[in-house]
């Protein structure tokens, strides 16, 4: 499936909301969903296969689309979710 970077950010945004605390907080891509949204570490999973149904593809285990491991261990601003699961779309449709 080939999403633009708005639809992408529709499709995370309304994710997020499903999974969050925090449905009135506006969301864009430098929303930080650990700070604004009362999501953790622990919510990531959660998101990642709710993400996997909504763009069918799959996200590796090791792959937590809230937490960013390099250089240094931080929570992903919405931007970088979005440009994470653009990356991952596009490279399971090459694989295809």
Not at 14 to 29: P, S
Not at 56 to 75: F, G, M, T
Not at 77 to 93: A, H, R
Request: charged fraction near 30%.
């Amino acid at each position: 499936m080939t999403l633009s970077k708005a639809e992408m950010l529709t499709q995370v945004v309304d994710a997020l909301k499903e999974i969050g605390d925090e449905n009135d907080i506006a969301i864009d891509m430098t929303t930080n969903p650990m700070k604004s949204l009362g999501l953790d570490s622990g919510h990531g999973p959660t998101f990642a296969c709710e993400m996997e149904v909504r763009l069918s593809i799959k996200i590796d285990d090791e792959i937590n689309p809230l937490v960013a491991d390099e250089p240094q261990r931080r929570s992903r601003t919405v931007g970088e979710i979005v440009d994470l699961l653009l990356d991952l779309c596009k490279k399971q449709e090459v694989q295809k």
